[in-house]
């Protein structure tokens, strides 16, 4: 079961499955960039080792603080659980290694003010684990450690340190969290007795953007209210209200959904944007404007009355909008 640890920086209670510490002193570079933690599955040996022996233990949605340099310099979203992958191309190290190893895919955001732990080892010691430390009592590395467990109090005094950038990393958690419910969601449609074929297969498409709901969508929108692109097959129909959150009758409602370029979709269904009914663009404060700017978004703008949407609207700007 998750427990709820307190953020010190903000007071909020965030939810943390599993916790991890990664030493990525000579594969950072290739690791952040790539998206990905890799080791091999034994030491040069073949003798087990407990740090590579933890790769099997991620799984997604985990949260993973990378340590490179005495910094804590990223922190990580687990997007899927190990499987065994060829080694990967890393620049300064793995000569040594194995071909063979785990591959665990993870996206990093690295942090603007990196965490010294070294700094903060008076908060921290009282919480390293003593077994399998990340770090020495003095608050230096190991460099035996590649991947090892974070006890939830230690990652609490973490997250405290880390401050506000951390929130961006829940974000992520809870957008993979929420794929994973609809996932769930549309496979239990298809164990449905109450419903025939024909319905399930609509009601799965409606939740890619496609089928009858596409076609109803397009009965209300001609092209992407923000970009003016017209040919459907570079638009998304995307739901207003979450597929999530709707009845049946409402995945397939065409009020219920906008035709968006997949990049407007993207933070439309982010929370990152959201419009009025009158058709005024609404932006999140906690979007950063340089990317309406590269993506030719005007901060200021109208795309037209959207009182047809508005029921729909209403929901998407309570519950979906990040304020």
């Known amino acids: 079961m998750n427990q709820h640890i307190p953020l010190p920086s903000t007071g909020n209670l965030l939810p943390i499955a599993n916790c991890w510490w990664v030493n990525q002193n000579q594969t950072y570079t290739e690791e952040i960039s790539g998206g990905f933690l890799w080791s091999p599955k034994t030491k040069s040996n073949g003798h087990r080792n407990q740090f590579y022996d933890y790769m099997t233990d991620v799984r997604s949605g985990d949260i993973v603080f990378s340590f490179s340099d005495t910094l804590i310099k990223a922190v990580g979203i687990a997007t899927g659980g190990a499987y065994s992958s060829a080694k990967p191309v890393f620049d300064k190290a793995g000569d040594n290694w194995s071909n063979i190893g785990w591959f665990v895919p993870i996206e990093f955001t690295e942090l603007a003010r990196p965490v010294r732990p070294k700094d903060h080892i008076d908060q921290i010691r009282p919480y390293l684990p003593e077994k399998y430390s990340p770090l020495q009592e003095n608050g230096d590395g190991l460099q035996s450690v590649y991947l090892t467990r974070v ?35 549309e ?74 370029a997949p990049h407007v979709d993207h933070l439309f269904d982010k929370g990152m944007i959201s419009f009025t009914d009158n058709g005024d663009l609404i932006v999140s404060p906690l979007l950063d404007r340089e990317i309406l700017r590269r993506w030719s978004i005007p901060e200021v703008l109208n795309v ?20």
Request: with cysteine.
């Open 151 to 185: 006890p939830q109090h230690m990652a609490g005094i973490l997250i405290g340190l880390i401050g506000r950038e951390y929130e961006t990393v829940i974000g992520r958690r809870q957008d993979l969290e929420q794929e994973i419910v609809c996932s769930n969601l």
């Open 187 to 260: 496979a239990a449609i298809v164990g449905r007795t109450d419903i025939g074929p024909t319905m399930k297969e609509q009601l799965v498409k409606s939740r890619r953007g496609q089928g009858l709901f596409k076609i109803n969508v397009r009965r209300n929108e001609k092209a992407c209210r923000v970009t003016g692109v017209s040919d459907p097959r570079n638009l998304r129909a995307s739901h207003i209200k979450p597929w999530k959150d709707c009845t049946d009758m409402e995945k397939l409602n065409g009020c219920n959904g906008l035709l968006l």
């Open 304 to 323: 037209g009355s959207l009182h047809k949407q508005a029921m729909f609207l209403a929901f998407h700007r309570k519950w979906v909008l990040k304020k």
